[in-house]
């Protein structure tokens, strides 16, 4: 079991930045790739980014790329998401996940584990 919990949120204004962080506790959580995931209101949950078990790999949606960055540290068991140039569209209640796996996904179903989210709003 993996329990993950996601803090930073808030509100920014348009071109600002945030950094949301993602704390793991329980299993080994170098064995498990990591992903961000977000939702906005009506809208279904979209992949934004995701990171290698080991840190060495990593991609993005093409919407966040160049401007959001994943990263992780394994003897913190936490991993980031650092967000810039925030534009209103990336208003969203962003979500942690954990795979079991050594490579990123990209896909929400394969992730075994989630944290209960951190909402970032953008405002123009």
């Known amino acids: 079991q993996v329990q993950l919990v996601e803090s930073g949120g808030g509100l920014v204004q348009a071109g600002g930045s945030l950094r949301l962080s993602c704390a793991a506790s329980?299993?080994?959580?170098?064995?498990?790739?990591m992903g961000w995931f977000r939702q906005a209101p009506g809208k279904e949950r979209d992949f934004v980014a995701a990171?290698?078990?080991?840190?060495?790999?990593?991609y993005y949606a093409v919407s966040v790329k160049g401007r959001f960055t994943i990263s992780r540290d394994n003897a913190k068991n936490t991993v980031w998401l650092q967000m810039n140039s925030l534009k209103p569209e990336d208003t969203a209640v962003y979500y942690c996940?954990?795979?079991?796996?050594?490579?990123?996904?990209?896909?929400?179903?394969?992730?075994?584990?989630w944290g209960q989210g951190t909402q970032v709003t953008v405002s123009s």
């Open positions: 329980g299993r080994t959580f170098s064995s498990y790739a």
């Open positions: 990171i290698t078990w080991s840190g060495d790999g990593t």
């Open positions: 996940a954990a795979a079991h796996s050594s490579y990123y996904h990209i896909v929400s179903r394969e992730y075994d584990y």
